[in-house]
């Protein structure tokens, strides 16, 4: 659907375009079922590990626990329509700072805590993530609407 918007349209910010590309790499996480997406997680986790500094779990026990809830968590509070692309991009967003609302108001860098990486610092910095991604679906949706003569 991204590919048959006359993007040119718009004025789209380095960080939307960003967004942008990483939606379009891959298959949403809800397309997969657990099994499918276990060892794709192994590898997000070290990823946001080595993004974030957050600590891997340190048992073979503790991963697998991790790499279930936290499937299991995106996939059924409305994070299933992401791609492994944008969650990774998240925590690039994270790690860089700095980002803003279009009314100015700082996007605040979520600093980890805990023993490693755990499904509460992943769904507060996929928090600030969503918020830019639907800036951009309604960027979107404005234009899908003028195209429509709505």
Aim: hydrophobic content about 45%; proline content about 2%.
């Amino acid at each position: 659907m991204l590919k048959e918007l006359p993007l040119e349209k718009i004025k789209l910010t380095e960080i939307e375009n960003k967004v942008i590309s990483a939606r379009q790499v891959g298959f949403s996480i809800s397309q997969f079922d657990h099994t499918g997406l276990k060892t794709i997680f192994d590898e997000l986790i070290l990823n946001i590990s080595v993004i974030s500094g957050a600590s891997m779990p340190n048992t073979n026990f503790l991963a697998d626990a991790l790499n279930f809830r936290l499937i299991d968590y995106l996939q059924k509070f409305g994070y299933g329509n992401l791609t492994i692309e944008e969650i990774t991009l998240a925590f690039y967003f994270n790690a860089k700072g700095g980002l803003s609302y279009p009314s100015g108001i700082d996007i605040e860098s979520i600093i980890f805590s805990g023993a490693y990486v755990n499904v509460e610092y992943v769904s507060k910095v996929l928090s600030n993530y969503m918020a830019i991604r639907n800036m951009l679906d309604r960027k979107f949706q404005n234009l899908i609407d003028e195209q429509n003569g709505l």
